[in-house]
């Protein structure tokens, strides 16, 4: 299993960026599909992004397609969520997430302990 640690989150105004980062422990990340994920108050968490091992698969879903940007540095075993253009609707705590494969958050084996995003108004 591998542990993440998500960093990077804060309050942000609508329009603004923010850069997330997951930083994985364990030999294996490289093969490991990653992907992040957010959970709003009183909601489901939802799926955000995903990018295979090798960086030549990603997948968005479309509330965020065009305005965030998912990429990973095996070297740092780390990936990133670059997020522009943010929303008040993108306010929920962000999660990272390893050994899955669908956008069904059940079907992912590791999860870090979240990052607070904020937009305002």
């Known amino acids: 299993q591998v542990q993440l640690v998500e960093s990077g989150g804060g309050l942000v105004q609508a329009g603004g960026s923010l850069r997330l980062s997951c930083a994985a422990s364990?030999?294996?990340?490289?093969?490991?599909?990653m992907s992040w994920f957010r959970q709003a108050p009183g909601k489901e968490r939802e799926f955000v992004a995903a990018i295979s091992w090798s960086g030549g698969s990603i997948r968005y879903a479309d509330s965020v397609r065009g305005r965030f940007t998912i990429s990973r540095d095996s070297a740092k075993n780390t990936v990133y969520l670059q997020m522009n253009s943010l929303k008040p609707e993108d306010t929920a705590v962000y999660y990272c997430?390893?050994?899955?494969?669908?956008?069904?958050?059940?079907?992912?084996?590791?999860w870090g302990q979240g990052t607070q995003v904020t937009v305002t108004s």
């Open positions: 364990g030999r294996t990340f490289s093969r490991y599909t």
């Open positions: 997430a390893a050994d899955g494969g669908s956008i069904t958050y059940r079907d992912w084996g590791s």
